[in-house]
């Protein structure tokens, strides 16, 4: 049998990877092959509970369990960076908050020559992105691989803590057109979305996708 040839060869099933793997195969055109260190993929227990980001905080078997140089600002201390080795990278082990960047934030990197990082440009990727239905047509994607959903109000601290932090924005000009991230998270049926790079895995590799992990 010959060896089985590629177009394309993404290195990593994080939030970028993923997203690339999955898209450059539509249509058939493209064989794309995605290489990933980690060996935990869509079935992993702890990716699509809830409350699983906790357990894998500090767990080497999904986790690079990286550190910083000490910084002086932080006493001279290294701090822990927790960053995702499975599918869909650091993406499969958030919190399931998904918010994004409030328009100023990219109207300015424009303005400052990134062409094409305007919020009108980026707006059409988001709603691409997404499923929900929450908010208007204008602004939100109701078809996309990654459902978002509003979060289930839990507490009776849920609306006061909502507004002190919308008040808190407003005083110092930082208010977000999505609202307050206490409101969006990624999460359906109760399970847990783990993140754009393990939603678009999923997509892929249920679709057209050859994904390998490069640990046994």
């Not at 894998?56 to 910084?71: G, I, L, Q, T």
């Not at 994004?100 to 440009?121: F, H, I, K, P, V």
Request: glycine share 14%; net charge positive.
């Amino acid at each position: 049998m010959p060896p089985k040839t590629y177009d394309y060869i993404v290195i990593g099933s994080g939030s970028a990877g993923a997203v690339l793997a999955a898209r450059l195969p539509e249509g058939g055109k493209y064989q794309v092959l995605c290489l990933e260190a980690g060996h935990k993929g869509t079935d992993y227990l702890w990716a699509r509970a809830p409350g699983g980001s906790l357990f894998m905080f500090d767990n080497p078997a999904v986790n690079w369990r990286y550190h910083s140089e000490p910084n002086e600002t932080h006493g001279n201390r290294p701090l822990y960076v927790p960053r995702g080795k499975m599918l869909g990278g650091s993406s499969a082990m958030n919190g399931m908050v998904y918010n994004r960047g409030q328009r100023q934030d990219y109207d300015t990197w424009a303005a400052m020559g990134c062409r094409g990082w305007g919020y009108e440009d980026v707006l059409p990727f988001f709603k691409k992105l997404e499923s929900t239905d929450i908010g208007d047509d204008r602004y939100r994607g109701r078809a996309g691989p990654v459902k978002v959903t509003e979060a289930p109000r839990l507490s009776a601290f849920y609306d006061p803590a909502r507004a002190r932090t919308l008040a808190t924005r407003l005083r110092v000009g930082r208010v977000r057109v999505n609202g307050s991230p206490l409101d969006k998270r990624i999460a359906h049926g109760g399970f847990k979305l783990s993140g754009i790079g393990r939603e678009w895995g999923r997509f892929g590799i249920d679709s057209f996708l050859e994904y390998k992990s490069v640990i046994g």
